[in-house]
Structure formats: C-alpha cells, structure tokens
C-alpha cells in the first residue's frame, strides 16, 4: 500500500509557475512509477506527465512538453512537477498517482491516488 499527497497548488496568473509535490509513504517508492493527471470541472482526467521508478525515464502530455517537468527523489520519497509557463487552460486539480513496475498514461493502470491539489492560472 502507498499513499500520497500531494501540496504545492494555488492561484498564478499567466505566464506564472508552480511547483507540485507529491509525497509518498509505504512501500518502497522507488519501484513505483508516478504520474501526473488533472480534471478541469465537466471534463475527464488528463495525463500530464509520468516518471519511472529506477532509470527516472520521463514521458509527457504534448500540451505540457517543454513548459511542465517531473522529478523525483527516491531518497525522501517523493516527486515533484515544476509548471512553467503557466496558461489558462491548465487550470485543474491536479493528482499524483503511483503504480507498480512500469509508467502508462492511461489512469486506469494506477493504483494510488493522492486527494489532489488545485491550480487555478488568471489570464
């Protein structure tokens, strides 16, 4: 069993950044691959990004590559999503989401979710 929070959301205008965190308490963190998904309200949950557990390989949304970057640090156990370049429609709530052996972006495949976090970006 893992469980996660996440922290770091709030309100930026623009062109801002933020900084998610996720931590992760449990079983070992780092033979989990973690991910980023968010809901904006009436739509469905969206992949952002996704990190492997060992080789810390990396995959991303296209809407966020080269604007949004996830880390992670095995050793405290936990991640992190830096948002740069922060647009409007990034608004959402933001989840951190964990799963055995190897990242996927579809939702479905993940096991533990944290309870979410909102970023809120004025135009």
């Known amino acids: 069993q893992v469980q996660l929070e996440e922290s770091g959301g709030g309100l930026v205008q623009a062109g801002g950044s933020l900084r998610l965190s996720c931590a992760a308490s449990?079983?070992?963190?780092?033979?989990?691959?973690v991910a980023w998904f968010r809901q904006a309200p009436g739509k469905e949950r969206e992949f952002v990004a996704a990190?492997?557990?060992?080789?810390?390989?990396?995959y991303y949304a296209d809407s966020v590559l080269g604007r949004f970057s996830i880390s992670r640090d095995n050793g405290n156990d936990t991640a992190a999503l830096q948002m740069n370049s922060l647009r409007p429609e990034d608004t959402a709530a933001y989840y951190c989401a964990a799963r055995s052996g190897k990242m996927y972006r579809n939702a479905r495949l993940y096991d533990y979710w944290g309870q979410g976090t909102q970023v809120t970006v004025s135009s």
């Open positions: 449990g079983r070992t963190f780092s033979s989990y691959s």
């Open positions: 990190i492997s557990g060992t080789s810390g390989n990396t």
